[in-house]
């Protein structure tokens, strides 16, 4: 397992594992307590594990939590999503960054996405399986939702979007979002 910067957010990392397949299927390491460490990252500060399952044009987000935020790794352990993280830490050197990749069950590359940035992605194939270790337990009343079609984020998702939930689809734009979840 290697782990590599993402150069458009600071912070952010690319966790690449080596799958090993033969006539059985595969296995990979998919998380590795010595290569998070190597990059700074506490392994042991990942309390919470999720997953979480959509279909081809399922697009969830884009999500964020105020007060103290929530740092997560995020893989698609089946299938393929069209992954996005957005810098709003307003003391980045990459603020209002936008950052896109593929990820697959394929690959089972994890993305380290730091505290104080929004994240979504879209299911690419019919069935998609993400796979979440979040650094705090959830509490409902940080959520804050910026809309996936915010002209400012100009995220290029790849889809029409055939569902979302009534929270993201209601969401207001970037400006509106920050200042709500500053409250």
């Given at each position: 397992m290697t782990a590599t910067e993402v150069?458009?957010?600071?912070?952010?990392?690319?966790?690449?594992?080596?799958?090993?397949?033969?006539e059985r299927g595969f296995f990979c390491r998919t998380f590795d307590?010595?290569?998070?460490?190597?990059?700074?990252?506490?392994p042991h500060s990942f309390v919470q594990d999720s997953v979480s399952r959509s279909v081809r044009g399922v697009l969830r987000g884009l999500h964020?939590?105020?007060?103290?935020?929530?740092?997560?790794?995020?893989?698609c352990s089946y299938g393929k999503v069209f992954d996005v993280i957005v810098d709003l830490r307003a003391d980045?050197?990459?603020y209002r960054n936008v950052a896109t990749f593929e990820l697959s069950g394929d690959t089972?590359?994890?993305?380290?996405?730091?505290?104080?940035?929004?994240?979504?992605f879209q299911a690419l194939t019919e069935t998609a399986d993400v796979s979440y270790r979040i650094d705090r337990p959830h509490d409902p009343t940080e959520d804050v939702t910026i809309a996936f079609d915010d002209p400012e984020l100009a995220v290029p998702w790849p889809l029409p979007v055939t569902s979302m939930s009534q929270r993201d689809r209601k969401a207001p734009g970037l400006t509106e979002a920050l200042k709500q979840g500053k409250g």
């Open positions: 150069p458009t957010i600071a912070g952010a990392y690319l966790f690449a594992s080596t799958p090993y397949s033969d307590v010595d290569v998070v460490r190597s990059v700074g990252l506490d964020l939590r105020s007060g103290a935020g929530e740092a997560k790794l995020v893989r980045s050197p990459t089972q590359v994890t993305l380290y996405v730091p505290a104080g940035c929004a994240h979504g």
